[in-house]
């Protein structure tokens, strides 16, 4: 809870800690008194004192003037509201891992997790509408049973379940709630904080709404390592079916199941038959290798040189192959291990791997690969441009038809101009609009509707003021971007792997003229810091170098480079 409050007290005013001063708030409300301020009868619930830290039981409650001057003044502030906001979603999370209930029995009725949504109810309507959610005015055994399995907090003392007096409010609000059965509701409990929070009221219309991501969110699930906080390369040891190292690869969503997963270092593609729904998921089955365990390179139908980009229309999956200069092409999409490529872009045969400047050749493509309305773009790294095939190849180093950042296609030059581009290293398409990172400039360009002759300018830049500009202040700022290695986008919002900045950035409305402010960051706290894994250690909140990202069915997903795993966003 510390870390998600800023205390900017002083003095004599910093007596008891923010998260005490946020227990009372929360707890005063949730044991049913009728004045949340009535520090004298607060200090002697046993309740109250068993989730305190020591200075509960040597100051006591805090007074009126005090607890007033905490939710109007303190937690009303930017940082803190955020804070909160991020501290109900990890909350929920917890909870939502150990029974995964959909719904949360509320003070006025029954609540699903969304949010946030204004409350202009209750004595303090601002602190919670910014929290997004209400407390729950129940308590029910299982449900405080369960305070020990989330394990929040630092407190050691053994919580009992009939601690509450009978001459205290709980005491009658516990017996009322013993016919409930937990399993049907959603209790947020930390067994410090003692908090059972909802993201919003409930209805049908709210619940078939996504959930809004917010500053500093934390991620739903980690693949690749077994839990948040592990960042090591194959968790410290050999290549596996749940592991990846220092990967540059892409994550991609096919359908509602299916995923892949590049582990550009291993020369591989984990393949997952069934979206995984708990951290450190093991793939079943493995492209570009024998078995789990190999990670050796080559070039040839079953074999891989640091596979990096991938996409997939539904039919066929696409990988760019970076080492070997070329794309890969499977027909129908590989559900077995060491499944062949069906056809080359890039190469003349599926066992060549030299680089080209010419219309059918490649020079490094690393993340640049997307499909859309039939048409096949692939970023080419190091010749700076972006090759595009108005169809799908069906033969092997078929001619591309078009070519953006190059004047012709024997042309590789680099520059800073609204029609040349320094190392390509994502591109994104719906078929209407072409996003591509060009990474060297510090930016992303975007085109209105897709090219349709070579050398064809930019409509928008992002990243900078202008399309001569490649800045990357530091520290960051909003609207700027260093060495961005990832985009994604659903339409309407774009997102942007801000590599060098540790975080990711997401701009909706999608961009429609040059230098947008982005309206959410994802790694960082505020858009004004860029330290790996937010200047701690590693978490479900923190990024270190994410270089690429996607979007799938209800899903976002990060390739966390130097945590050597994915991060998957719920609901973005």
Known sequence: MERHLNDSRRGKNTQLPLVDLLRQSIYSRLAGYEDVNDAERLSQDPAFRLIGSRKIWERGAALTSRLQSFETEVLTQEKNLAGLAALNRELVGKAEAIDSPRRVLGENGIFSRRGPVRRETGPYPHYWEHCGTKPVKALHREAVRSIGRLGIGKSKRKSRVNHFPRSMPGASMEKNMSNLRFKNFLFVLGFSALIIFSTATYSAAEDSQPQALANFAAANRVIGQPDFTSNQCDQGGSPAANNFCAQEGTMIQVGKKKLYAADSNQNRILGFKKFPTKNGASANFVLGQPNFSSSGSGASATELGYPVGMASDGKRLFVADFDNSRVLIWNKLPTKTDAPANVVVGQ?????????????????????????????????????????????????????????????????????????????????????????????????????????????????????????????????????????????????????????????????????????????????????????????????????????????????????????????????
């Open 348 to 572: 003349p045969t599926l066992t060549s791997s030299s680089p080209a400047t010419t219309q059918s050749g490649l020079d490094l493509p690393e993340g640049g690969v997307a499909v859309a309305k039939g048409m096949l773009f692939v970023g080419d790294r190091n010749n700076n441009r972006v090759m595009i095939w108005n169809h799908i190849p069906t033969t092997n180093g078929a001619n591309a038809d078009v070519v953006v950042g190059q004047p012709d296609f024997t042309s590789s030059g680099s520059g800073t101009s609204q029609t040349e581009m320094g190392e390509v290293e994502a591109v994104w398409s719906n078929g209407t609009k072409l996003v591509v990172a060009d990474s060297f400039n510090n930016r992303v360009l975007i085109w209105n509707s897709i090219p349709t002759t070579n050398g064809a300018p930019a409509d928008v830049v992002v990243g900078q003021a202008d399309f001569t500009s490649f800045a990357a202040p530091s520290p960051p700022t909003a609207e700027s971007l260093d060495r961005p290695f990832g985009v994604t986008s659903d339409g309407s919002r774009l997102f942007v792997a801000d590599s060098d900045n540790n975080r990711v950035l997401m701009y909706s409305p999608f961009p429609t003229s040059n230098n947008p402010t982005a309206t959410l960051v994802l790694g960082q706290p505020d858009f004004v810091h860029g330290d790996a894994n937010a200047g701690g250690s590693t978490s479900a909140q923190s990024l270190d170098f994410p270089f690429s990202i996607s979007l799938g069915a209800g899903h976002l997903f990060v390739g966390d480079y130097d945590n050597s795993r994915f991060l998957v966003f719920d609901n973005p």
